[in-house]
């Protein structure tokens, strides 16, 4: 069965960035797209980018350009996302979350999600 | 980006009854090429991760209660639970994936 597995909570002070993995298993790792998704609290989810599991190529939410890297590890079945210089405001809960197989933008496994506060 | 709006923002329903709730997107969703609606519909409960429920705006995902259903084209869409059970207790959101940003709703709650 699909499987996606977060690392755990983070505490990060500002400035500091924070890396979150994500391992995959039950599929071929390399046939899906992985995205990232966050959540703060209270609101609802807000998309921030995409790793093509394949060749690395990435695509991310224009919000978070420059401050967002998406990597992968095909050896290992995980994608990275790492935030650098976090702020208050990235206080959230992070989500990985693999592209469906008939359409690249929605999402039909999710992992279990890592809770990431940042406060000085 | 496509914003999109839900409502009502939360809703009580009694066990049994039926629950209604609707999204609007700020464009059309639906490729004419294909005649697809491009919205998705998401389950989530409490300490839980979004869960999959209806794709292309009335798909049921497998393993789906057929007490859910979806309806709804081009910019207005809705979630329909006949017959609310126990388990439903969640918020529900909409997303599009007509085009990038993929954008999510702010949600519903609904409750007994």
């Known amino acids: 069965q699909v499987q996606l597995v977060q690392s755990g909570a983070e505490v990060k002070k500002p400035g500091a960035s924070v890396k979150v993995s994500c391992k995959a298993s039950g599929y071929t790792f390399t046939g899906y797209y992985m995205h990232w998704v966050r959540q703060a609290p209270g609101q609802g989810p807000e998309w921030m980018g995409v790793?093509?599991?394949?060749?690395?190529?990435?695509s991310y939410a224009q919000k978070f350009q420059g401050r967002v890297t998406m990597t992968r590890d095909t050896s290992t079945s995980a994608v990275y996302m790492e935030l650098s210089s976090p702020r208050s405001e990235d206080t959230a809960i992070y989500y990985c979350?693999?592209?469906?197989?008939?359409?690249?933008?929605?999402?039909?496994?999710w992992g279990q999600g890592t809770l990431v506060t940042v406060s000085s | 980006d496509i914003v999109m709006t839900q409502s009502p923002d939360s809703l009580a329903v009694s066990l049994g009854e039926r629950a209604t709730f609707t999204c609007k997107s700020s464009?059309?969703?639906?490729?004419?090429?294909?005649?697809?609606?491009?919205l998705a519909w998401y389950q989530q409960k409490p300490g839980q991760p979004p869960k999959l429920l209806i794709s292309?705006?009335?798909t049921r995902e497998s393993g789906v209660p057929d007490r859910f259903s979806g309806s709804g084209s081009g910019t207005d869409f809705t979630l329909t639970i006949t017959s609310l059970q126990a388990e439903d207790v969640a918020v529900y959101y909409c997303q599009q994936y007509y085009t990038a940003p993929p954008t999510f709703g702010p949600g519903t709650k609904v409750d007994i």
């Open positions: 464009q059309g969703v639906v490729y004419s090429s294909n005649n697809k609606n491009y």
């Open positions: 979350a693999r592209g469906t197989a008939s359409a690249l933008y929605y999402f039909d496994y």
């Open positions: 790793i093509n599991t394949s060749d690395g190529t990435t």
């Open positions: 292309w705006a009335s």
